[in-house]
Nanobody, 115 residues
């Protein structure tokens, strides 16, 4: 069983920045892929960014160049640095981790980009 606790969401103006954190209850070196997803009202959950256990990253086209995913193995934490935020980035953001046998979701954190 893996517990994930997200933090860092909030209200920010367009063009602003936020950093999301996802703290895991286990040693993340024991995990496979980790990623951030988001779900806006009335839309399906979508992949925002992912990072493998080897540090390889992938991004959705809509956030490429603005968001950066990273992981701190010593702190068992994954991050999502979000810059140049746009109103269309407004959503609930979820972290997800994958193990050999299962996958786990965090509870979600709201990000609202509005003037």
């Amino acid at each position: 069983q893996v517990e994930l606790v997200e933090s860092g969401g909030g209200l920010v103006q367009p063009g602003g920045s936020l950093r999301l954190s996802c703290a895991a209850s286990v040693n993340i070196l024991d995990l496979d892929d980790m990623g951030w997803y988001r779900q806006a009202p009335g839309k399906e959950r979508e992949l925002v960014a992912a990072i493998t256990d080897g540090g390889i990253t992938t991004y959705a086209d809509s956030v490429q160049g603005r968001f950066t995913i990273s992981r701190d193995n010593a702190k068992n934490t994954m991050y999502l640095q979000m810059n140049s935020l746009k109103p269309e980035d407004t959503a609930v953001y979820y972290c997800k981790v994958v193990t050999l046998l299962d996958f786990y979701w965090g509870q979600g954190t709201q990000v609202t980009v509005s003037a």
